[in-house]
DNA sequence: TACGTCCATGAATCGGGCT
DNA sequence: CAGCCCGATTCATGGACGT
């Protein structure tokens, strides 16, 4: 394969978990155009993308006729128009080459202002990725607005999306509850701008890059969407706080960038990283994660015997457990989910939380059992 | 004119500032479509649009609440959609139908959620319009993620425009600042939901409109952008809270609607309010409380890094920080929270101030970790 | 009256594995 | 691929009601 330039694979690549056998491109920065760069990357190689693409139109002159005549909004409409267009030429050949390199149940984060998310959400919707969240990263010291003319521009939007409807994408949930003081995260981000010590400077002191994210932005997006192990492309690398995290947090990535001084930066710069220890990576698990025990497994245990009586929390509902599992509440029996649906007359019901069993006056939930198999299991 | 039909110049138009001779379509509501009601009305007579067209959610099935309960969802005919191409061609017809009639120095601003203020956005800048900000309006109530597979949908997106980049709107940037204790307003705008006595209720206690907007909402935004004797067009007039704002604040309004349901309810609610009653109206001012810091700030940040070790104030009890903000001590993961309960034996306890960091052999809580934090969120 | 508990509800693109 | 079925999942707020 010869996806990388002489002199570009500028990151020796570091141990991960998995895969085994890396391939040469893991962990290094490609140099040159994004859409050339990525059409080198096999298909469905990549499990997560962050990409913080240009958004420079309309703040140079392009608007602007050469003779700085004013214009009515008829003709501006159409010198807007031809710079919308290049734009959104530009924005949909680099989503479509993304497009093929991701895993069908990977996931993509865009960022960008006002100036340019727009275009770039209408046109995930086209190409038919599906929006899961869109995210807003609240600055906590966003530049002020010197003139007065706007509100304080203090934000910048996020938007994570899949390559399809029925994608299953990666989402810890859990992990991210527990990072949150155990309440949902929520779409709103507060972060302050990447600056101090972080900020990357040259030798005169002039910030290398002009929009350089802070990693705390990164590491969020890391840790919600990707396993240890997995591979995070960002086409737009910049000076690398993306390869940098994802070092950081053991995972692999790959990067393009067309400018040199941009990689070199970016390279010295994760080299510099130290990857977690690999039990520190492990992520916060729900119930999801844990091994399926049937019910009948209480029985083959011997926790429960055929005949044990069940009930619900407040001892409202009383039902018999059977011998192959099922139980019986009057003349309808069914499973431990079923029943307890069917007596509170709800469409559906978690048995192990519903039912309890009953020890003199305190009552516990059958889930008290699972766990129980479960301990033993691990043991 | 014949802009409006029998027995819908539902408001009685209420005594302004200016323009001296009204003319009749001022302070009323229209019915029928947006965009044949707007053709009525002259060209360039509207100083301020704020619209909340419909959002093309595309819902499944039915959600339910952990508990059960059936989420109310907003699964109106008006919502309903066939295609992303027949959403756009709506939205274009009535945004170049709001542009003819909005003054050449006037502002829109359209609300909407990922689901459709991209294409929102994207028209907006095809057709000429120019973007000044995006707001997020952050809602601090908004419905949790039941099933926990996407972050909270905890804001919606406002666009403010003009009709052309040479445009020079009010922006009342003194009072927003005088409002906001002496800052500038900013990009991001906290407000709770329309909830309570706020939210207009049916006879049956049933909410009039799925999606009613607060007061506070349109507060600022006519406070930001009119001024007293303006004229604030609502093309999705709903229960007229814009037309309610608009009176309070002794702008003049004009709306659209095609629901009979909605214009009732919205008449009634209109004629019951007195202008300038808005005396005692206080704008929500941007919440000065101390923000909640989640202990995953403190990795994000670096303060913190994955594989650290945290003991209790007297080292008995140890545990390990893992990198998505989990403690591990032994078998048991969890927040700092659920973590330091378990190695008591409590019911619950304060991480913040349980768990600390060792430097040599002096031992400091992590709470002056997050205060280090706080101190760089006000920096 | 004050306080505590319970309940209802909000623009929501909300499951997944096995047969 | 459709169907079956296990079983996981919520936060802030306001109002009603009880003590």
Redesign the interface.
């Known amino acids: 394969m010869s996806v990388m330039r002489k002199g570009v694979s500028a990151v020796a690549p570091h141990p991960t978990p998995e895969p085994a056998g890396n391939p040469e491109w893991l962990n290094t920065i490609m140099k040159g155009d994004c859409v050339a760069a990525l059409n080198k990357l096999p298909s469905k190689s990549v499990d997560l993308v962050f990409a913080d693409p240009p958004y420079n139109l309309q703040l140079g002159g392009d608007?602007h006729r050469p003779d700085h005549s004013?214009v009515d909004?008829?003709d501006?409409?159409w010198d807007?128009?031809e710079s919308?267009e290049a734009y959104d030429a530009f924005t949909r050949a680099w989503l479509m080459a993304t497009r093929r390199v991701m895993k069908d149940d990977g996931s993509i984060y865009v960022i960008g202002?006002?100036?340019n998310?727009?275009?770039?959400?209408?046109i995930?919707?086209?190409l038919g990725f599906w929006?899961?969240?869109?995210?807003?990263w609240?600055k906590?010291?966003?530049m002020?607005?010197f003139r007065?003319?706007?509100?304080?521009?203090?934000?910048e939007?996020i938007?994570?999306a899949t390559k399809s409807k029925t994608a299953k994408p990666t989402?810890?949930?859990?992990?991210?509850?527990?990072?949150?003081?155990?309440?949902?995260?929520?779409?709103?981000w507060?972060?302050?701008l990447c600056t101090g010590g972080?900020r990357l400077k040259d030798d005169d002191g002039q910030k290398v890059h002009p929009t350089q994210k802070p990693?705390?932005l990164l590491?969020?997006v890391l840790?919600?969407s990707s396993q240890p192990g997995d591979v995070v492309l960002d086409p737009f690398f910049g000076t690398g706080t993306t390869g940098a995290v994802a070092k950081?947090?053991?995972r692999n990535f790959v990067g393009v960038e067309r400018e040199q001084d941009y990689i070199d930066a970016a390279t010295s710069r994760i080299e510099a990283i130290e990857t977690?220890?690999g039990?520190?990576?492990?992520?916060?698990k729900?119930k999801r994660a844990e091994k399926r025990i049937p019910f009948g497994n209480l029985l083959e245990s011997g926790l429960l015997e055929p005949g044990a009586e069940l009930s619900c929390s407040k001892g409202h509902h009383l039902a018999v457990v059977r011998a192959d599992g099922s139980l019986k509440c009057g003349d309808f029996t069914g499973s431990i989910h079923k029943v307890g649906a069917m007596v509170?007359g709800?469409?559906?019901?978690n048995g192990w939380t519903f039912w309890h069993t009953s020890k003199g006056r305190s009552r516990s939930p059958i889930d008290d059992l699972r766990e129980e198999i479960r301990t033993r299991l691990r043991s």
């Open positions: 608007l004013k909004a008829c501006d409409h807007q128009f919308f202002s006002y100036h998310i727009f275009r770039v959400g209408a995930l919707q086209d929006i899961m969240n869109d995210i807003v609240l906590s010291n966003p002020p607005n007065g003319k706007r509100f304080t521009n203090a934000h939007t938007i994570w989402f810890n949930y859990d992990a991210l509850k527990t990072f949150n003081d155990d309440l949902q995260m929520r779409s709103d507060h972060l302050p972080e990693e705390a590491y969020r840790t919600a950081k947090l053991g977690g220890s039990a520190s990576l492990d992520m916060q729900g509170q709800a469409s559906s019901c």
